[in-house]
């Protein structure tokens, strides 16, 4: 089930709603109710996801109880818990693009599996992780199993995000006041909800048409179409991910859940440092957390050098995590590379830039990262840089007769929703700022 369709809007949201608040009539633990609720909203789209998600927080919650047994094994089990973690995560996402990788070097004809890929896997892995590691370091000894399976499967962060912490979480669901219906979060939250409805259904919905024909039609490229082609991902795939964002952060405040902020106004940043303080900022917070400050802690001796190697490691992993491709291999190096170009630029050049600069180059710098992240095939996203950069038939060449330019100046809606792209995301603030002013 997704968040804009029409049963998740006109019934399962609207049903959630009332047990929620008014579930105490019917004498049934509504902590029990959301954690029901949220298993059918998971198993709306394939009913044979589910006894993974089961599995996986049975294993946890397992680990949890090792952990904080007074076993002297803590750390082992904590070890243990996170590798079969990540161990899952391998089998179910990337076995068959390990596969396919073996039998290209070796030449080998290994069949593949066909796993299932189950829905939310990354972020439900990422959020388990995060959970045993703060039970090992924070000593979290009262958790009980409903509060830990509402935790996990909690509708509105399940599919997409925000990666959540359970102290941020649970106080909010043990807090009485929060299961009384509040007219103000209510409100707010059908705004975000909205906001975000809109950021999905016609930003996001209008320009991945024209994206996707761009895509289908590659050939035909030209330097101003594929500059229109690239920008027009940037800004799909900004208000596909934050529109969906929205959609549940504005879902949980309906329910007095406050979630934490995921995005803040990215594409405003001047630096690829800055970029990642805003873009995605729980995963941010996971790999700086508890990939580089681990990875950065096993070094015997840490300089300049050696920081930047483990930056570059992490997003690689940023990358595999995105999804079982090369491209997304890519995309990763690609962010990990400029992070060092921006930490070297900080460290040793003495000059000033301009702020405007600063945000056109970071801009530009983003806008061709995603080129990997929405293009699979190598070869293909060479051919888009090589026309981005073919300035010659800029200069030469007669711009406005190819396809795809035809049909984004000809399209009046299409061309319409791409400036306002551009007016929205430089010009307003953040969908959040609603909630931090309640």
């Not at 609720?37 to 993974?52: D, K, R, T, V």
């Not at 990422?126 to 045993?132: G, V």
């Not at 962060?157 to 103000?184: C, D, T």
Request: glycine share 4%.
């Amino acid at each position: 089930m997704l968040f804009y369709t029409l049963p998740y809007l006109l019934f399962f949201l609207p049903i959630t709603l009332v047990l929620f608040f008014y579930g105490k009539f019917l004498k049934i633990d509504r902590k029990i109710i959301l954690i029901l609720l949220s298993a059918f909203f998971y198993s709306w789209w394939n009913i044979y996801y589910l006894p993974l998600i089961i599995f996986s927080i049975l294993m946890n919650y397992y680990f949890y109880k090792k952990i904080t047994s007074g076993n002297p094994n803590r750390k082992k089990n904590l070890i243990f818990g996170i590798t079969l973690n990540i161990l899952l995560l391998i089998i179910f996402k990337y076995t068959d693009f390990i596969i396919q990788n073996i039998n290209l070097l070796l030449s080998t004809n290994i069949s593949y599996l066909n796993l299932p890929f189950p829905l939310a896997i990354s972020f439900f892995t990422f959020q388990s992780i995060t959970f045993l590691v703060n039970v090992y370091d924070e000593d979290l000894l009262d958790v009980k199993a409903k509060d830990f399976f509402l935790f996990i499967i909690f509708f509105p962060q399940l599919i997409a995000g925000p990666i959540v912490r359970y102290r941020h979480m649970m106080p909010q669901f043990n807090n009485e006041s929060n299961w009384m219906f509040n007219k103000r979060n209510f409100i707010i939250g059908l705004i975000i909800l909205f906001i975000g409805l809109v950021k999905k259904v016609y930003f996001a919905g209008t320009l991945s048409e024209f994206v996707d024909m761009g895509h289908q039609n590659l050939g035909e490229l030209s330097f101003l179409s594929s500059w229109i082609l690239s920008l027009s991902f940037t800004f799909e795939f900004y208000f596909d991910f934050s529109g969906y964002v929205d959609m549940a952060t504005g879902s949980a405040l309906m329910l007095n859940i406050v979630l934490p902020q995921n995005f803040n106004s990215p594409l405003k940043a001047t630096s690829v440092i800055d970029f990642w303080q805003r873009w995605h900022m729980t995963l941010t917070y996971f790999l700086t957390t508890f990939i580089y400050y681990p990875l950065l802690k096993s070094l015997k001796q840490i300089n300049f050098l050696s920081t930047m190697l483990i930056t570059f490691c992490v997003f690689l992993i940023a990358g595999i995590w995105h999804g079982p491709s090369w491209n997304f291999i890519l995309f990763g190096a690609f962010h990990g590379l400029g992070l060092i170009i921006n930490h070297v630029y900080k460290r040793y050049l003495i000059f000033n830039i301009s702020k405007f600069i600063l945000w056109f180059l970071t801009f530009n710098f983003i806008n061709i990262s995603f080129i990997f992240f929405r293009t699979k095939e190598i070869e293909n996203i060479i051919l888009i840089l090589k026309k981005m950069f073919d300035i010659k038939s800029f200069f030469y060449g007669d711009l406005l007769v190819d396809k795809l330019s035809m049909k984004f100046f000809n399209d009046i809606n299409l061309f319409i929703c791409f400036i306002l792209s551009i007016i929205v995301c430089m010009a307003f603030k953040n969908s959040y700022e609603l909630i931090n002013k309640r």
